[in-house]
């Protein structure tokens, strides 16, 4: 199976908080676009599974987040890849469309 989703199309941003739209669910992976306008965040968080994570930034700057604070650029292009019970989360300092990959889903 092919499946085609024209992402920018989909899902644009919203004021209050960050959008969240269910890109692709499968056994194997879950593929979810987070839009964040300027200033919007995913808190720091991680899961109690074994698997791994995948942000990448699509379009802006922000930054990623990690486990003490940790602060880590992201710009477009940028990749983060760390196990999911890894503290993770991102920070937008312009708006910023970041595409998530979790394997195995969660």
């Known amino acids: 199976m092919i499946k085609r989703i ?13 959008n969240k ?4 669910d499968s056994p194997y992976m879950k593929v979810v676009n987070f839009n964040f306008k300027a ?4 808190p720091i968080h991680s899961h109690e599974i074994d698997g791994q994570v ?3 930034v699509l379009e802006g700057e922000g930054e990623f ?4 604070g940790a602060a880590f650029p992201a710009n477009t292009g940028d990749v983060l890849i760390a196990d999911i019970s890894e503290p993770h989360g991102i920070r ?5 469309r970041v595409l998530v990959t979790i394997a195995p889903p969660i």
């Open 92 to 96: 937008a300092k312009s708006d910023l």
């Open 21 to 24: 739209f269910l890109v692709h």
């Open 54 to 56: 995948n942000i990448t």
């Open 39 to 42: 200033g919007q965040e995913l």
């Open 6 to 18: 024209e992402l920018f199309k989909e899902s644009g941003f919203k004021d209050k908080a960050f």
């Open 65 to 68: 987040l990690g486990k003490d």
